[in-house]
């Protein structure tokens, strides 16, 4: 089959990487490789994130840029293929269809097993627009995946039941659905046989997974993650996005059982106050943050947090904002992703009265932001003169230099010498010890080097 290029442009979260990695797999039967460049491509999809504010805008700005090529492209004999997917499609699909009509396919996160028929439909000139919730499970529909690297995502949960009063993923990706185990288990097996070494569990509430277990049962999250941890060559896993209410006993006890399991946790916080942790619907107090945190560290003295806050709430007053920052600091954070709140239509915090003015919003978040950037330039200083297990996965940018992964998700630079070296050390785990650190990544030196050389 003649090859066709196809470009992905991805927004947001992870979930909508795994996403894109697996249209390009639906894909690839029909002829289709990748490609970096949009004006290169004879189909473009913008995969759509609709968790922030302007994220439609965003998304409009794009295709007023691809209508153009689109046009170029037609002018010189060859057709554009130009589909719009992810969360925005799924809440707005109508709207974008009658604003770019030009746009040939409209699709939600649900439906992309189907792009085999809508391309089919593009390409004999039919608009498509599928934001059904399909009664099949899309993943059964899917082909094998196909590695990227030495890290992979793994979805394994899709889907919100929590309505926080702030999010629209609930209407975007839907009631809460687990994947069975076994589904769960085979592609991780299948990843693993492709040189993956780490994976990362995805989902909206990745730790509320219940799926059909091995055994006939449900199982819970920390039973799957346990399952996996005994597959062979997979030596690190990783998943988010959990939620506080979701941290069990045993997978806090899972932390401190599993050295598969990274010292990393992305655990959001939203808040450190409990006004506003009440008008977003999370359902737990800072307190109840801070034992799951202490329990958390009790068992694995070397877990490193990552979080999520959102600053300048409907509502939120001078005390509440001062009562999050006394909660990063008693925390401290390695990594942490704040933002204004932004008002999401037919969500139920759109309609509270005491929405905040930009101005105080701004000036909240350069605050949190600072303290988060000292505490995360802090804790990558602290590693340094430390020896961590490092996970390559890549040249790095200068000559003789390797790239990995640090327990804690950094990238971690290596001088190590010939380009026949570094190509040995993918994949591989080297014991490094840290010299230096900068605020988002380390660099280091090997130790022994001669003799792993040897080896």
């Known amino acids: ?23 390009t797999d639906v894909l690839a039967p029909l002829g289709y490789e990748t ?27 794009d295709l007023g840029r691809l209508r153009a090529l689109k046009a170029e492209k037609g002018k010189a004999g060859s057709e554009l293929i130009l589909g719009v997917a992810g969360c925005v499609a799924q809440a707005e699909g109508e709207e974008i269809s009658k604003r770019a009509p030009f746009v040939d396919m409209v699709f939600g996160p649900q439906t992309y097993h189907r792009l085999p028929e809508m391309v089919a439909k593009a390409t004999g000139r039919q608009r498509v627009l599928d934001t059904e919730f399909p009664a099949e499970d899309k993943f059964d529909q899917l082909p094998a995946p196909t590695a990227q690297g030495v890290t992979a995502f793994l979805s394994i949960q899709e889907g919100c039941d929590k309505f ?73 896993i990783r998943y988010t996005t959990s939620h506080p209410n ?29 006004e506003v942790l009440k008008a977003m619907n999370r ?68 309609v509270i009265p005491k929405q905040l003015n930009e101005e105080v919003k701004s000036a909240r978040l350069e605050a949190l932001q600072g303290l988060l ?33 640090s327990p804690y998700l950094q990238s971690v630079h290596v001088q190590v010498g010939d380009d026949a070296r570094i190509r040995a050390m993918i994949g591989q785990i080297h014991k490094v010890r840290v010299i230096g650190a900068s605020a988002n990544s380390l660099t280091g030196e090997l130790l022994n080097p001669q003799r792993e050389k040897a080896a």
């Open 283 to 350: 359902k737990y107090k800072a307190d109840d943050f801070r034992r799951i945190v202490e329990r958390l560290r009790k068992n694995r003295p070397d877990l490193a947090l990552s979080s999520d806050f959102i600053v300048g709430f409907p509502g939120e007053s001078d005390a509440d904002f001062e009562a999050t920052m006394q909660l990063v600091r008693e925390t401290t954070f390695a990594l942490a992703y704040s933002f204004k709140y932004s008002r999401r239509p037919g969500t139920p915090a759109s």
């Open 164 to 236: 926080c009063t702030f999010c629209v993923v609930p209407y975007t990706r839907g009631a809460e659905y687990s994947r069975p185990a076994a589904s769960i288990i085979a592609e991780a097996k299948a990843l693993v046989a492709q040189g993956v070494r780490e994976l990362t569990l995805l989902g909206q509430n990745v730790n509320a997974y219940h799926g059909d277990g091995l055994d006939g049962g449900s199982w819970t999250f920390s039973r799957l993650v346990r399952a996996l941890a005994e597959i062979d060559g997979l030596a690190r």
């Open 1 to 23: 089959m003649p090859s066709k290029k196809l470009y992905i442009k991805t927004y947001g979260c992870q979930m909508n990487v795994y996403d894109s990695t697996r249209m």
């Open 373 to 405: 950037l000292q505490q995360q330039k802090d804790f990558n200083a602290s590693l340094v003169g430390r020896e961590i297990d490092v996970l390559f996965a890549e040249a790095g940018r200068h000559a003789g230099q390797a790239m990995g992964r």
């Open 35 to 61: 490609t970096e460049q949009a004006d290169e491509a004879d189909m473009v999809i913008l995969n759509t994130c609709h968790i922030r504010e302007k994220a439609a805008e965003k998304v409009y700005s």
């Open 246 to 274: 979701d941290m069990d006993d045993d997978l806090i006890a899972a932390h401190g059982d599993l050295p598969q399991l990274m010292p990393f946790l992305h655990l959001p916080v939203q808040s450190g106050s409990d």
